[in-house]
Structures are given as C-alpha cells and as structure tokens.
C-alpha cells in the first residue's frame, strides 16, 4: 500500500554523510523534507542538490531539517557532494543517506518490495526513485511529490508548499491556489460565519463556501 498523506512517515535507521542517522531522533520537534534520487553524478540530481544546497538557510528558518536519499553510498556521495558545492556555490549542509540496499526506497514505496537491482544499475534501473515528502514534528506524512527523471523540481514551490503546510497545519485553514506567504487564506467549512470571525477576525466571504481571512 502507498504512503499516504497523514501516515506515520516509517522510521529507519542508515549511514550518511552526517553519519548514522534514525530518522524519528534526527527530525526531533521539527519538520522535515526527505527528497530521493536514482543515482549519484547525474544531471538533472546535480542541480537539484545544488538547489537544496542554497536553501539550506531558508528551511533552517522554517525549522526544517533536509536529508537527501540516493541509491550509492557514503563513500560515493562524499565524492559527489564536491560537485554538488561547485554547481551551487555553497555547501551542501545536509545529510545524503546510504540506500544501497534499497531499504528506504523500499520502505517509503518509491520501488516495488520485490525490486532487485544488481551493482552496476544505472539511473534508469531506479528511476522511480524521485520522491519528496514534507514530514510534520509528529512524525506524519504532510505532502509528496513525485517527479520523473526528465523534470528537474521546482525547490522554489517546494519552499512554498512547505510554508502553506506551516501555515495550516492544526488550524481550520487552507490555502488558495497559487498561494504566497502573506495572502489571505481560506476558512474551514468546518467553522460557520460567527466562528470564523471570532476566531479569525474579519472574514472575505467570495461565496457561501468559499471565505477568506489573513493570519499573520
């Protein structure tokens, strides 16, 4: 069965580039980003990286922590992450989890559990291998995104999506499409319209379903 949004993100232990790591411990009171990739010195997972890399400041800000996942080991990303910097131009301040066994890409379903790629798999062999979940501080799935390996992801909606999970989570509240940091955001059926005000303030009502308010 899939990963499902709301589900208990599978805790695991493994090596990485920070050492070994138990995800649960590593995550703390935080929130965290997973993001996995098929294979070390690849393209398109080179500039996503370096992607990371620059942001590293912006999440530490929203107090989330990022861990990278690929399909070679410690020694290899250690190799990697040279080029990782010297794409970005900052460092890659996070930990690249060892999954050459494949247990987390098995565990957080990103490959089939009978999948059995033998040394010398290419990126193709593990292509599936192109997820991200944002993980709450109770441990719990918030959002996924699965990309294929011809489209490099958009870190900049990432941070955005992860600001919209902040924003809502634990409140009456969701966020409009194509929201932004600092818009207005939409009220809960869950509340009626004296609710709504006396928890929030003033209300936008745009249609009987569909209100607005600002949360600072």
């Known amino acids: 069965m899939s990963l499902r949004i709301n589900d208990i993100a599978p805790n695991f232990e493994a090596d990485s580039t920070a050492g070994k790591l ?8 935080g929130y965290a980003i997973i993001f996995s990739h098929p294979k070390d010195f690849t393209p398109v997972c080179t500039t ?48 690249i989890i060892d999954d050459t066994s494949l247990k987390v890409a098995k565990l957080y ?14 990126a193709a062999d593990s292509a599936t291998v192109r997820t991200l ?10 959002l996924t995104m699965t990309y294929p390996m011809s489209v ?10 992860l600001d919209a999970v902040q924003a809502t989570d634990g409140q009456p509240l969701a966020t409009p499409a194509n929201w932004q940091p600092g818009e207005d955001v939409i ?9 709504a005000r006396e928890r929030f303030g003033k209300i936008d009502i745009k249609l009987p379903y569909l209100r607005l308010t600002s949360v600072k």
Request: aromatic share 10%; hydrophobic share 40%; glycine share 8%.
């Open 48 to 95: 996503e990286f370096g992607a990371v890399a620059r942001l590293v400041p912006e999440f530490k800000k929203r107090n989330t922590r990022v861990m990278g996942v690929s399909v070679d080991s410690v020694e290899e990303h250690h190799k990697w992450v040279k080029d990782i910097e010297t794409f970005a131009g900052s460092p890659a301040d996070f930990p």
């Open 152 to 161: 490099g992801r958009n870190f900049a909606e990432v941070l955005r999506a």
């Open 22 to 29: 138990s995800l649960h411990e590593w995550i703390g009171d």
């Open 109 to 122: 379903d990103m490959l089939p559990a009978e999948a059995y790629l033998p040394d010398g798999r290419t």
């Open 187 to 195: 009220v809960g059926l869950s509340l009626d319209d004296d609710a």
């Open 133 to 142: 979940f944002i993980i709450g501080p109770d441990k719990k799935v918030r």
